[in-house]
Structure formats: structure tokens, C-alpha cells
């Protein structure tokens, strides 16, 4: 049967398809939107506190001692060719790397043992533990300073009263390098401690149950299970303190101010020596950006797991 002009005009208008304009308020309603939206004044943030003293450090870096003409890579060859500063790179690394591999040893296992104690008895043991990490550094580092002394240590106190001999702590490279460790794994253990206690209080119980029903010894089941279900927030903590050690600057310059003989210094100690003490604040920079490439692949390849690891969850 034929339709008529009249039915087929009159329909025309209703079978249209709808309008695919994207109006305001459709875009307000996307969460992706939203959520952009409301993340604004942290990138606000984050672009003028780390963008901005990032870029202008690299601008820095290409500048002569007095900041009045571009020299490019100079100052950066100039450092390289530094037999000091190649001492640097080698100090940073040991510094970084031997605190890190202590602070997550230490730290799982005290979050280990804290996950055993009873939760009433948990809290307190948290909170003493957690104390060197509340503490501000430079002022824990003055005590152990004290404790360092040649004159009145009262470390070398206690070794006297056992019949042994006094250590130099501060005196010797050696001895100075094992301080700045042991007070950067002092206060740095109790953060990774937290992280992993959360991270196993988010392990199932079943898991356990399950391996225990199938023989599984404890260590078996710290292996097979706590293990695979830490791997992220092992990865995570331990890029951030690796960040947080190269980084260090008030324990180094508190307790050895880079002595003796250049030893003991870091990437920022370093960079504070050559670029305010000395003047050279272009030199003082390009010392600080020498921390980016190293740190840039160490955080590619743990990011690189993590994401694998989540895709496999997926």
C-alpha cells in the first residue's frame, strides 16, 4: 500500500535522527571531566613547586659562573672531567642503593613481626617504631651527631665498656660512609615498615589457609604468597625512597658536611657546596640534574613491572 505526500511529511520530522551536538552540560557529567577539573589546582601546583624550578634549573645549567651568556654543555663536561664529582656519582650510588636495600630488608621484617602481635599491643609497638620517621631529620641527625662525636661519643662509650676499641666515626671515609647509612636507615625504616604492614594486612587469609592445607612451610608461604601479592608496593616504596635517599641533604650536611676530604657527599650536598658556598650557582645546578637521567631509568623499568604485573592481573 502507497503512502501519501501527507503521512510520509508528517513522519518525516520524528524519524530525524536525534542531535549529536555535545552540549556543556554533557561534558560536565563526564567523570573524566570531573575528575580533570578538580585535579586543576594540584597540577597548578605541581607546575609551579616542580615544573617550573625544573626548567629553570636546566636553563640555569647552560649559563656561565657569572649568568650572563650561554655556554651549552660546558658545565657538565667540565663536571665530568671532575675527578671529585665522578667520586660523587660513585658515593651517591653506594649511599643510595646500600640505604634503600636496608631500609626494605628492616622494614619487612619489623612489619612482619608487627603483624603477629596482637592489634592492642600492635598500636603501641607502631607508634614507638614510627617515631625516627615523625622526628624531623636535621634534628635526629644533631643526636646521632653527638653520639658520632670523637670527644664525647657515647657510642664508642659503650664499646669502651666491653673492651673495645674506639671508632672514628666521622674521622675515616669508611667509617664516615657507614654513619650517613645508618642514620639514613634509621629514620627511612619505619616508612617502609608501614607500607608493608598495610600491604600484608590486605593479604587474604584464605591464601595462607590454602597453602597451609597444602604443606607449605612458612617460608614457603612468605615466598609463594605474601611475596607475589606485596610485588607492586615493594616496586612503589622502593622507587620513592630511592627518589627521596639521592636526594638527601641534611643528614650529609649535618653530620659529615661532605668530609673528610670530599667523601661522604651526595648529589645535593654537592650541588649545595658548588652552587651557593662557591658561588657557582650555574655549575651547582647542572649538579643537581645529574640525578634526573639515573633516577628517570630506574623509575622506567620499575613502572615497566608494575604495569606488567597489572595486566596480568587484569
Not at 607546575?47 to 636546566?58: C, E, N, R, S
Request: proline share 6%.
Amino acid at each position: 500500500m502507497a503512502l501519501d505526500a501527507t503521512t510520509v511529511t508528517a513522519a518525516g520530522p520524528a524519524a530525524a535522527p536525534p542531535r549529536t551536538g555535545v552540549t556543556l552540560h554533557r561534558i560536565a557529567r563526564r567523570r573524566s571531566t570531573i575528575a580533570f577539573l578538580m585535579a586543576l589546582p594540584l597540577i597548578a601546583v605541581i607546575a609551579g613547586l616542580v615544573a617550573w624550578p625544573a626548567g629553570y634549573a636546566i636553563y640555569l645549567s647552560t649559563l656561565n659562573r657569572r649568568m650572563t651568556s650561554f655556554i651549552g654543555l660546558d658545565n657538565f663536561q667540565i663536571l665530568l672531567e671532575s675527578e671529585t664529582f665522578r667520586m660523587v656519582i660513585w658515593q651517591s650510588c653506594i649511599f643510595a642503593i646500600s640505604a634503600v636495600v636496608l631500609k626494605a630488608l628492616l622494614g619487612f621484617w619489623l612489619a612482619h613481626m608487627l603483624h603477629h602481635i596482637p592489634t592492642k599491643g600492635q598500636r603501641i609497638w607502631r607508634g614507638l617504631l614510627l617515631l625516627p620517621w615523625v622526628v624531623p631529620p636535621a634534628l635526629s641527625t644533631l643526636g646521632w651527631w653527638w653520639m658520632f662525636d670523637p670527644s664525647y661519643s657515647s657510642l664508642n662509650w659503650l664499646l669502651n665498656a666491653v673492651g673495645a676499641p674506639s671508632v672514628p666515626w666521622l674521622g675515616e671515609p669508611g667509617w664516615a660512609r657507614a654513619s650517613v647509612i645508618i642514620v639514613n636507615v634509621w629514620a627511612g625504616t619505619p616508612f617502609f615498615m608501614i607500607m608493608y604492614l598495610a600491604a600484608l594486612k590486605s593479604v587474604p587469609d584464605q591464601l595462607y589457609e590454602a597453602a597451609a592445607i597444602d604443606g607449605a612451610t612458612g617460608w614457603q608461604g612468605l615466598r609463594y604468597v605474601t611475596l607475589p601479592m606485596m610485588r607492586n608496593i615493594i616496586s612503589i616504596t622502593v622507587l620513592f625512597s630511592l627518589i627521596v635517599t639521592f636526594a638527601n641533604y641534611d643528614i650529609v650536611r649535618v653530620l659529615t658536611n661532605g668530609g673528610p676530604r670530599d667523601l661522604t657527599h651526595v648529589f645535593a650536598s654537592y650541588a649545595f657546596q658548588v652552587g651557593v658556598l662557591s658561588g657557582n650557582i650555574p655549575r651547582g645546578a647542572a649538579v643537581s640534574l645529574f640525578m634526573f637521567p639515573l633516577l628517570a631509568v630506574v623509575a622506567f623499568f620499575i613502572l615497566r613491572g608494575v604495569n606488567q604485573r597489572n595486566r596480568e592481573m587484569a
